[in-house]
């Protein structure tokens, strides 16, 4: 089970999602931000169920993995540009998966290059087996190419029931 863990893959640049990239509501352009998508599902299909997102935020509920049956979560962050190139630094904290707290925790040293309106990462976990609410945590750093930097913070009740 640890090695699997440890196995769970960060996949940088993932453009396999099938549903409709969150944008930021109300964002003025040239602002960086970040959008999210969680999905959940079995170990053949992470992302057969939607849970949430970003844009349009309702109740984020994801299943409890269960001895007889491990629910599986696909979270897709999306880094988007502000015109310039744009650098993403800092970590996204994932509370919700079973395992150590260092195994999700993505730390991010991502560019939006200029003529790049998006990049994004995702991680694939096991959903926890204890019920609760759990943080999705971004802490992060934009900074953009004139050298500005803005905090990019945002925190997400996920539960699991």
Known sequence: M?????????????SACAKRIPTAAGA???TPYVSWIIMH?????????????SDRRTDCVVPASRP?????????????????????????????LQGAPESHNMKTNVTVKKNEAITNQSVIGIVT?????????????????????????????????
């Not at 079995?42 to 849970?51: G, H, I, K, L, Q």
């Open 129 to 161: 087996n204890a019920a609760g609410t759990y943080p999705l945590t971004f802490a992060l750093d934009a900074t953009t190419g004139t050298g500005a930097s803005q905090p990019v913070r945002d925190t997400v009740s996920v539960v699991v029931r």
């Open 41 to 53: 599902g079995d170990r053949d299909n992470p992302d057969r169920e939607f849970a949430c997102q």
């Open 28 to 30: 003025s352009p040239g």
């Open 2 to 14: 640890r090695s699997f863990l440890i196995l769970v893959a960060l996949i940088v640049a993932t």
């Open 68 to 96: 007889d049956e491990q629910v599986f979560s696909h979270v897709f962050v999306y880094y988007h540009g502000a015109g310039a190139e744009t650098v993403y630094a800092g970590s996204v904290q994932i509370g919700f």
